[in-house]
């Protein structure tokens, strides 16, 4: 009997006043595991009211007493991260060895919000002019709304919510519908790491959720990731209603590889990057630029390492588990066919998979076609499955080409031995995230993570300390105390002295 999850909201359990509800289920086999309600919009409004009601107290709460939440809210994810991880997995498909690699790279953001004291100190400037001392200081935006993807259920929101709730706000997490214990099970951890209620809030739902957080006026602002339609949607919509709005969106990660490069090195990246959680990363590699006359060889080593990787229910030791929904294996499935359809070599064919797995899961194997070119659809589109697409090219100058005529800029790799190329490389492709012989180039916590182009509408990347400057606005005092010879009446603009 699957079970029903609510929304979290003010410490504890919400059910809200919805009415609708729905599938959340286990990718692997198929089975429907609860029932999810969907807010409407009275229950964003009442989210967003404990959330604003709670802001007052937290961002008089000292920087001394938030650390130590988040600090307790570290430790507590540090010890219980693989009940985490198998939630990810039973919900989302991915092998439990990534889940637990996705849960600690976002753990490396929480370890980072601990620093906060440090990261949100102002200036201080004396006697800027003649008995006038200057300081800024930087203080938080209010309730900020979370969108989250399916694709990381815990990274993610973790990509924002510590920032923001060490610098003192109040969060409303919409997680996505597909995947929505992780986010559930996080709220439950920040009660017990001593985190006031309603300061961070589960909102579960679609679009009317999203749409309601998007137009409310309490909502201070928006951080978004999911796909670019969507992404560009949010920005527009929620800057229109006077919000500061960040939305990542999708990628089309390109591989390029020059004849210099360690082959076997470019070949198990390819593989791992175009692969690990079936694809369905926004920093997946799924084109592989081969510049001749090496690409005969390289998508020999990439075939021979296809073939060996077992497909199946991430519970049981597999390489690779499955898409997220039937609909989302029926798309992947759908650009094999069309990309055998339109020409190009299908060198190992993940539609005939055997999954070691029970049930009725969503699988499409790993999948290599060879010579393809930029016309066809599996070249065009964010497939977001275990599909690499090898194109040939003739030069280092055509690869990085078709890398900056792409409408995405997410991430890219190049593989060589060449340090200058390489240099020259990391200097003229217009992307966010490079990886020099690193096929998935993210960003650590300290640093910002964001792509150009379709993939990042609005100029805030998360994290690091554009991800605090985010969740915080400026100001600047200037401040004179008086002096017996204060200096009377002057209506033109102030001068310094
Ligand atoms: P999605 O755009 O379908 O959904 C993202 C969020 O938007 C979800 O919470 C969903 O409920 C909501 N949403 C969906 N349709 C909506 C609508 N019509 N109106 C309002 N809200 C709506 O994305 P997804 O399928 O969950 O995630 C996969 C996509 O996310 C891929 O394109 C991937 O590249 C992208 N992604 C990007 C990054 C990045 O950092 N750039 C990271 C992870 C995922």
């Known amino acids: 009997m699957a079970s029903t999850l609510h929304h979290w909201c003010n410490g504890t359990s919400f059910e809200g006043t919805g009415g609708r509800f729905s599938d959340v289920t286990n990718p692997a086999t198929g089975e429907v595991s609860a029932q999810l309600a969907l807010a409407s919009s009275e229950d964003v409004n009442t989210v967003v009211a404990a959330a604003a009601a709670a802001f007052p107290?937290?961002?008089?709460?000292?920087?001394?007493?938030?650390?130590q939440v988040l600090f307790a809210f570290r430790e507590l994810l540090n010890a219980r991260k693989p009940e985490l991880a198998a939630i990810i997995t039973a919900e989302h498909g991915k092998v439990l060895s990534d889940a637990l690699g996705e849960v600690s790279r976002g753990q490396e953001v929480v370890e980072f919000a601990c620093g906060i004291p440090h990261l949100v100190k102002g200036a201080f400037t004396e006697n800027a002019s003649t008995r006038v001392d200057v300081h800024s200081v930087r203080q938080p935006l209010g309730v900020v709304g979370i969108i989250s993807p399916f694709n990381f259920p815990a990274m993610v929101p973790m990509w924002f919510f510590p920032i923001a709730i060490a610098a003192g706000n109040t969060v409303v997490l919409k997680p996505s519908e597909k995947v929505p214990t992780a986010a559930l099970w996080m709220a439950q951890l920040w009660k017990e790491a001593g985190l006031p209620d309603g300061v961070f809030n589960v909102l579960n739902g679609d679009k009317v959720a999203v749409d309601g957080l998007l137009t409310h006026p309490d909502v201070a602002s928006v951080s978004f990731v999911g796909s670019t339609p969507i992404a560009r949607y949010v920005y527009e919509t929620g800057t229109r209603h006077g919000k500061r709005v960040q939305a990542l969106g999708g990628a089309k990660n390109h591989m390029l590889v020059l004849p210099d490069a360690d082959l076997d090195l470019a070949a198990d990246q390819a593989v791992n990057a175009g692969y690990g959680s079936a694809g369905e990363r926004c920093m997946a590699i799924s084109a592989v630029l081969?510049?001749?006359?090496?690409?005969?060889?390289?998508?020999?080593?990439?075939?021979?390492?296809?073939?060996?990787?077992?497909?199946?229910?991430?519970?049981?030791?597999?390489?690779?588990?499955?898409?997220?929904?039937?609909?989302?294996?029926?798309?992947?499935?759908?650009?094999?066919?069309?990309g055998e359809a339109a020409g190009a070599t299908l060198v190992v064919d993940g539609r005939a998979v055997q999954p070691d797995s029970e049930g009725e899961g969503f699988f499409v194997g790993p999948t290599l076609f060879d010579h393809v070119t930029t016309d066809m659809s599996i070249y065009t589109d964010e497939i977001f499955g275990p599909v690499l697409a090898v194109v040939r090219v003739g030069s280092y100058a055509e690869g990085v080409r078709l890398i900056n005529e792409n409408p995405y800029g997410n991430g890219t790799a190049i593989f060589t031995n060449d340090g200058g190329a390489a240099?020259?490389?990391q200097n003229e492709v217009s992307v966010g995230m490079i990886g020099i012989n690193v096929p998935v180039p993210v960003p650590m916590a300290y640093y910002s993570f964001g792509g150009w182009k379709n993939s990042l509408f609005g100029d805030s990347h998360a994290h690091g300390v554009e991800g605090v400057q985010f969740f915080t606005r400026g100001k600047v005092v200037t401040t004179r105390w008086l002096d017996p010879s204060h200096g009377g009446l002057n209506l033109g603009f102030p001068q310094n002295e």
């Open 57 to 67: 107290g937290w961002r008089d709460t000292s920087l001394a007493k938030r650390t």
């Open 290 to 338: 081969a510049v001749e006359p090496v690409a005969d060889a390289l998508v020999e080593k990439i075939r021979q390492r296809t073939v060996g990787l077992r497909t199946g229910d991430g519970t049981r030791g597999c390489d690779m588990g499955p898409l997220v929904t039937a609909v989302a294996r029926d798309r992947v499935a759908g650009y094999v066919d069309a």
């Open 423 to 425: 240099r020259q490389f």
